[in-house]
């Protein structure tokens, strides 16, 4: 028992608090930038411009079957030797970035495509260009749909900066180990807060998805 | 490129294989245990409902690499289990309480009338839920357990993070011998295309077909 | 026709993504140009351990890095350009390599031993800490010595990219050996029982057993393999002025200051065996 107030001393928790400040930022980060990125690369392939929309739906694939963790490695370590090169942070943020705009990518075009036809025909007949059918008509509701996904990315983002621990990205599940390295006593209530501090950092993302989800279809 | 294959072709393989192998036995494990507590959720009870719940929401919201570190470091203290299984049971935890989520959205879409007839018919519960609900929930169960087998390829990679032998670990185990940062990578990528690509174009195939069918 | 297409697409990016890969060659042109860096920038950035006790170990109150390691390079760093402020990175022995070549870190010192098949692809400074390996196990372990750990039903434990798992490979060829990412890992791993005994460099272990009463060295030091501090190639003048830094902090009693602060109160160490270079 003893151990287990030691554990939670306010040295341990506050070095584990920045560490969940960084996870947090490096997700919230690479949610924003993903999205920007995700809808434009869905929107190309949904698009059908010849070639590019077909080069652009190959990558995406090919960036969704990979694991996170290889595209960490590789933007960490492969990039520079190409004249890429970022920090810690950096790479995290790319990677990850990289992988969920893939992932969002085949989200929007989802979206969009679940739109029925009839609207999209409705407005090119009524003169509308293809761009102002896409902004006007099909994003927003694509866009109302896929609240409760791309809530559900942001929390696999939140989990998966756990996996830059292996290039010492400072966050939640790194500091822990730090912790419990030094003072093995506490590697079970390390465990155990740890397990708690994502369980309500990402179910309550989950609830506030839920609660954004509900108003809007009302 | 070449000489990495030709020197250490063994390794890469040996990786695919234990990689493929993970992936495997957490797929079907994490199909039993999903569709158990998917079937548990929706008891008509409070208790099992909630315990299952639980189960279900404590797993999908703590990151895989803190299961898998969990039963690496602390359950391994109490049953001897290395990296490999200790990574196998993260990996199949993890996932069950996705497809358990996949499952159960398959059961609430089987229209209530089926329900309803069944239990009109003299059958108990789980006699309607065995003969009539399961097997047409999985119908619609099936494109989106294919997703969840890519997830869990991709997944498997945090097997490296305790000494799993799969191809990420012999990635780096390479590329820390031959001060190569690039290649071992790229190949160590391919190979897990190799697996995760087919996959993926067959079940988008499957969900074309199921669309447009209705 | 579609389906060749994508072939041939999936086969270009593929080759393309590896043609990439420019080998060596681009550090012709910049030489020394570390060195410029540190004096244009008055900062200089060290790889360090964050989890190796006595030599570069994480305090969580402050949230930095102290031991050995980084007390030498906060003094080389003083002595190469007394303006520079010292900026430390946490590095693991599988990382610090490429960290290094690729330019994210300016030198190492994170108990890196010196061996020649690293000097191909970095440079070294004259050695700075005598290190050799040695063996951590559990207290009441059967293994006395490096002769005991060659047997079949033996797990070792070891850091990925350390050269302490390539001895022990050679010198227990039996053994199965388990490289783990970092010591806090491999740590944790013997604890867990995921393994039977933990090879490395005594002075790790040493921090290791100071820690952990059920732990304890066995098998004295078997391998001599001083610490060297790692340039990148190509940077002599740095490694002047780091070789004449270390010389000078021998001379004037610095060094041997720093080697009692860290290593002096270790039982079962003579510090001034580390001091030998």
Redesign the interface.
């Known amino acids: 028992m003893n151990d287990f107030i030691q554990a939670y001393s306010w ?2 928790m506050r ?1 584990l608090f ?1 560490g969940m400040w960084v996870t947090v930022q490096v997700a919230f980060v690479s949610v924003i930038l993903s999205f920007i990125m995700g809808s434009i690369l869905g929107i190309i392939r949904y698009a059908k411009i010849p070639y590019v929309s ?2 652009v739906g ?2 995406i ?2 960036i ?7 595209i960490i ?2 933007t960490y ?2 990039l ?3 004249g890429v ?1 970022f ?2 942070i950096g790479s995290t943020i790319f990677a990850m970035t990289i992988f969920e705009s893939a992932m969002l990518a085949e989200i929007v075009r989802g979206g969009v495509v679940s739109v029925p036809k009839g609207q999209s025909e409705g407005a090119r007949s009524n003169g509308l260009s293809f761009g102002q059918t896409l902004w006007y008509i099909l994003l927003p509701q694509a866009y109302k749909k896929m609240i409760p996904p791309i809530v559900s990315q942001f ?1 696999s983002l939140i ?5 830059a ?4 990205l ?1 966050e939640m ?1 790194y500091r822990a ?6 003072n ?1 006593k506490q ?2 209530p390390m ?1 155990l807060m ?2 708690f501090l ?2 309500v ?3 309550c993302l ?1 609830k506030v998805g839920q609660v954004i989800d509900k108003r809007m279809v009302v | 490129m070449m000489h990495l294959i030709s020197m250490y072709g063994v390794d890469f393989l040996t990786g695919f294989g234990w990689t493929l192998l993970s992936s495997v036995i957490a797929l079907v494990g994490s199909l039993i245990l999903g569709t158990l507590f998917a079937i548990i959720e929706v008891i008509p009870r409070p208790v099992p409902h909630y315990i299952a719940r639980l189960y279900i929401e404590v797993l999908r919201n703590i990151p895989l690499l803190v299961i898998t570190m969990f039963f690496y470091i602390v359950v391994s203290g109490i049953f001897k289990i290395n990296g490999f299984v200790s990574g196998t049971i993260g990996l199949t935890l993890y996932t069950s309480a996705f497809i358990a989520e996949t499952v159960k959205a398959g059961i609430y879409a089987v229209p209530t009338g089926q329900y309803e007839g069944g239990r009109a018919n003299g059958l108990s519960w789980w006699e309607t839920m065995r003969m009539i609900v399961l097997p047409q929930a999985f119908k619609y169960v099936i494109p989106p357990l294919g997703n969840q087998f890519v997830n869990l390829v991709k997944n498997s990679s945090v097997l490296a993070f305790v000494a799993g032998f799969d191809l990420m670990y012999q990635a780096n185990q390479i590329s820390q011998t031959t001060f190569d940062t690039f290649n071992p990578y790229i190949i160590v990528g391919i190979l897990y295309l190799v697996i995760t690509l087919p996959i993926s174009y067959y079940m988008r195939y499957l969900e074309d077909k199921l669309a447009r069918e209705g | 026709m579609k389906k060749i297409l994508k072939m041939v697409g999936l086969g270009t990016v593929v080759l393309g993504m590896s043609m990439v890969w420019p080998g060596t060659g681009q550090a012709d042109e910049k030489q020394n140009q570390v060195l410029n860096k540190i004096e244009t920038r008055h900062e200089m950035v060290w790889g360090t351990k964050a989890d190796t006790r006595l030599m570069g170990l994480m305090n969580i109150k402050t949230g930095k890095v102290e031991g050995f390691d980084v007390d030498v390079a906060k003094e080389v760093t003083k002595l190469i350009d007394p303006k520079a402020k010292p900026v430390f990175n946490e590095v693991t022995s599988g990382t610090r390599i490429p960290l290094l070549r690729n330019g994210n870190i300016d030198a190492i010192i994170a108990t890196m031993s010196i061996t020649p098949e690293r000097a191909k692809a970095v440079d070294f400074s004259k050695p700075y800490l005598m290190a050799g390996q040695s063996l951590l196990v559990k207290k009441g372990s059967s293994i006395k010595n490096i002769d005991d750990v060659n047997h079949q039903n033996v797990t070792i434990l070891g850091v990925q990219g350390s050269t302490s798992v390539e001895v022990a490979k050679q010198k227990a060829p039996n053994a199965k050996v388990l490289a783990l990412s970092d010591y806090a890992t491999a740590l944790s791993a013997l604890k867990a029982g995921q393994g039977d005994v933990l090879t490395t460099d005594a002075s790790i272990l040493a921090g290791m057993a100071a820690e952990d009463k059920h732990l304890q060295l066995v098998g004295g030091v078997f391998t001599e393999e001083p610490y060297g501090i790692a340039i990148a190639q190509d940077n002599p003048a740095l490694v002047k002025k780091i070789n004449r830094a270390l010389a000078k902090m021998r001379g004037d009693g610095t060094y041997d200051r720093l080697v009692k602060k860290w290593f002096g109160q270790v039982p079962g160490m003579d510090w001034k065996e580390l001091t030998k270079s």
């Open positions: 040295i341990n070095f920045e077909w080069a190959l990558l694939d090919l969704r079957n990979l694991p996170l963790l290889l490695f590789f370590f492969a520079p030797h190409i090169q920090s810690v929390v989990k998966d900066t756990s996996l621990t292996i290039i010492m400072p599940t180990q730090i912790i419990y390295a030094q093995p590697i079970v465990f740890l397990a994502y369980f950092l990402n179910y989950s």
